[in-house]
């Protein structure tokens, strides 16, 4: 059974809401000092199961983390800890495990208050942002290169598709985090078709419209909005050329090939990079409302001219807890034309998200897409995938 995919019958997934903590023997200390440990512990354990990377059955083989983090044991013993999502070609609905680090980031932020101190920190905000920082430098190391091993184990991931499939040959961990693949690796789909709009990420994906319904469905933070997201003026000539935009939203998991790649045929343009968090990604921290994930994590945003409309596409880049940063490679070359899946640039260590905003009369979303983000469930595409095509004029 694959540690990330499985069916899901033997006890319930848990809902993570405000009002329902079900880590209560643990107070936010405990919490605190738990993720401190697991990154301290990923610098000198190279078995990323024992420690970033722990999932819900492998609790019960780390007894360090049970006397850290009273009551996790019980968590993961009564409930499967993740979110479902939907595999695009089948239909078939599958459960992903998420790794613990992320459930105790998403604590911090539900019960506790991000701008309370805690441990040594002046807030909540704090300690994810040094973690992250940490956990970056720690996976820049040489001796990091130790946990490749167990990391390929852990999410069972295809080497044979990489550009460079030896393991033994990346410098440090975040090499091999944002590995390349062999260049036929991720075709992109409708390619002859100079309509066509591909994914930009291997990822879960969620497409809207438009991004009233992006707010109804997904995003429930109470102070989204594109201005917000693109850091500008609600007067301003960006936020009324983005008004009524349609919306796509590429998670990007751990296991992930990391590099993201150019969804439209077009030209690169200016970056705006936004300082901010490093507060979790997951679905269940994005529906929540009290929360404004996208909004409030450090992000970079790319304008790319669609060549086939003449209009801009923003495509925003968005840091989380435990990413290291993130590099622009074809992204950072304004005015290079640049087609159709080919890269923009990569997330260092960690889950990340892109969000790519289309001004009207860009995209018409596919609608096997749009049926499952209405739902609402993810769903599980690569890059090059089918994501809609430019309607005619």
Request: net charge negative; proline share 5%.
């Amino acid at each position: 059974m694959h540690l990330l995919h499985h069916q899901v019958q033997d006890k319930p997934v848990e809902k993570i809401q405000p009002g329902v903590n079900n880590l209560s023997e643990a107070q936010d200390e405990h919490i605190a000092q738990g993720l401190e440990s697991m990154v301290a512990h990923s610098e000198t354990n190279h078995d990323v199961s024992h420690g970033i990377h722990m999932h819900g059955k492998n609790v019960f083989e780390v007894p360090w983390i049970h006397k850290m983090i009273p009551g996790i044991e019980k968590l993961a013993s009564n409930y499967h800890i993740g979110n479902f999502v939907v595999v695009r070609e089948s239909g078939e609905r599958i459960f992903e495990s998420m790794p613990i680090y992320a459930r105790i980031g998403m604590h911090l932020l539900f019960y506790g208050s991000a701008r309370e101190t805690v441990l040594h920190y002046k807030s909540v905000a704090h300690l994810l942002q040094a973690q992250s920082i940490k956990q970056g430098t720690i996976y820049n190391s040489p001796d990091s290169a130790k946990s490749i091993a167990s990391f390929v184990q852990v999410y069972s991931l295809d080497l044979d598709e990489l550009l460079e499939p030896d393991i033994t040959k990346y410098g440090c961990f975040n090499e091999f985090f944002f590995r390349k693949l062999k260049p036929d690796g991720r075709p992109v789909e409708n390619a002859a078709n100079p309509s066509g709009i591909c994914s930009a990420a291997d990822c879960r994906l969620t497409v809207y419209p438009t991004v009233d319904l992006a707010r109804k469905f997904w995003i429930k933070g109470d102070e989204f909005s594109i201005p917000n997201l693109l850091q500008v003026p609600v007067d301003s000539s960006t936020a009324i050329e983005f008004d009524g935009a349609s919306m796509a939203i590429f998670r990007l998991a751990p296991a992930d090939y990391h590099r993201f790649h150019c969804p439209i045929d077009g030209v690169v343009g200016d970056t705006t990079n936004v300082p901010g968090q490093y507060y979790t990604v997951n679905p269940q921290a994005v529906n929540e409302p009290k929360f404004d994930v996208f909004t409030a994590n450090v992000r970079s945003i790319l304008y790319l001219t669609h060549t086939a409309t003449g209009k801009r596409v923003a495509f925003v880049a968005i840091g989380a807890l435990l990413v290291g940063s993130i590099v622009w490679t074809k992204g950072a070359e304004k005015g290079a034309e640049v087609k159709r899946g080919e890269e923009l640039g990569y997330f260092a260590y960690g889950g990340s998200t892109v969000i790519a905003l289309f001004p009207k009369g860009v995209v018409e979303f596919d609608q096997d897409l749009v049926k499952n983000s209405e739902e609402p469930i993810e769903t599980l595409v690569k890059v090059g995938s089918s994501l809609g095509t430019t309607p005619a004029a």
